[in-house]
């Protein structure tokens, strides 16, 4: 049974930071990549960022570039996101998402960023 588990999510001052943790099980960690996307109500749910399979960072979206680091940890398959001088702009529930078919998401975690 495949479950992606956030957790990290809280409130935060602008200029705060935070990092969100994905814990991943029920499939072969290291096959795939893993993204973080995230929502704010009466939005689409837009993409943050990815991990390739080959731990490589990619596709960061502009609005978090140079604030915000994904990385994974294969020996414990976690995937995290770091992020950096939070803005009110970032407040939004975080998912972690593996890709696939099925494709699978994580159950969210809330981030709140206000004074």
């Known amino acids: 049974q495949v479950r992606l588990v956030e957790s990290g999510g809280g409130l935060v001052e602008p200029g705060g930071s935070l990092r969100l943790t994905c814990a991943a099980s029920g499939f072969p960690f290291t096959a795939y990549p893993l993204s973080w996307y995230r929502q704010i109500p009466g939005k689409e749910r837009e993409l943050v960022a990815t991990?390739?399979?080959?731990?490589?960072?990619?596709d960061y979206a502009d609005s978090v570039k140079g604030r915000f680091t994904i990385s994974r940890d294969n020996a414990i398959e976690t995937v995290y996101l770091q992020m950096n001088s939070l803005m009110s702009e970032d407040t939004a529930v975080y998912y972690c998402?593996?890709?696939?078919?099925?494709?699978?998401w994580g159950q969210g975690t809330l981030v709140i960023v206000a004074s």
């Open positions: 991990i390739t399979a080959e731990d490589i960072p990619t």
């Open positions: 998402h593996r890709p696939g078919w099925p494709e699978y």
